[in-house]
């Protein structure tokens, strides 16, 4: 029965042509306890889109992967009218993520409900990183969300090769072991802060992700108890290879980028 949900979704969200926001029909998101909204960070057509999931899917909680939890805290009402000063209290021209006005559309849609912040702060990436030990990590719930045991070989060399395949092929193969860790808490903070706001707001939740958090089969969906249903939307510019790990994506127009690898040659 739930295939067969699943197939009747895919149909209706995939493949649509070019960033067509407008002719998907969002309501097929409903009737789970989450949603896993993907995109590519940069692509504005990605953003639109979340943003108009998060109005017909009215969640009680939003949760930004891009956002530490003291940044949510100031997310305010008011600011929510007011896209300059919202930027200036998150201190978004410091974070690294893409333009702001990317991903306003969504913090205006977002009146009634709460706002999370998911984001792992650097140090503790780094010091994760460094020392390939997640025990210690998210406030000693680690073996809640996987991170005190070790990945299967062959999903630990999958992972690998798809940080290499991201950054170019241009990274010495020593530092992939620490990009994996870094992904995996990655993961398990979105998972942690989801669990957070479905205890504290009832549901549903909305999350908005890169792609690669949103993953079904090692993302962040995946780490999440039984009992809080899930769905994970992912956003792509090129058709997806067969069998891709989401319950439902669409492929969009790209958007004009430098070259990426540009800064590795």
Known sequence: ????????????????????????????????????????HDNPHHHDNQARAVVVLGPSALVFEMLLPEQAEKVTPELLDDAEALEAALSWNDSGWPDFSMYYPIFATSEGMRIYGAQVPRDVAREAIMSGDLTS??????????????????????REA????????????????????AQRLRDARLAQAVVQA??????????????????????????????????????FEDEPEAG?????????????????????K
Not at 162 to 181: I, K, N, R, S, Y
Not at 209 to 234: Q, V, Y
Not at 244 to 264: G, I, K
């Open 137 to 158: 990590t998210l406030d000693g719930e680690a073996g809640q969300y996987g991170l005190t045991l070790p990945l299967a070989l062959a999903e630990q060399d999958a």
């Open 1 to 40: 029965m739930k295939k067969m949900f699943l197939s009747l979704l895919c149909a209706a969200l995939m493949p649509a042509s070019a960033g067509l926001a407008q002719g998907l029909d969002f309501d097929v998101l409903r009737g789970v306890d989450v949603v896993f909204l993907g995109e590519v």
């Open 198 to 235: 479905m205890r504290e707001t009832g549901g549903p939740v909305a999350v908005i992700t890169g792609n690669g958090h949103a993953r079904t089969d090692w993302g962040a969906p995946s780490l999440l108890p039984a009992e809080i249903t899930s769905l994970s939307f992912g956003q």
């Open 162 to 181: 798809l940080q290499m395949a991201a950054h170019c092929d241009a990274l010495p193969a020593e530092m992939l072991p620490g990009m994996v860790t």
């Open 244 to 264: 891709t790990p989401f319950d439902l994506y669409v492929a969009t127009e790209a958007v004009d980028r430098d070259d990426p690898c540009a800064a590795f």
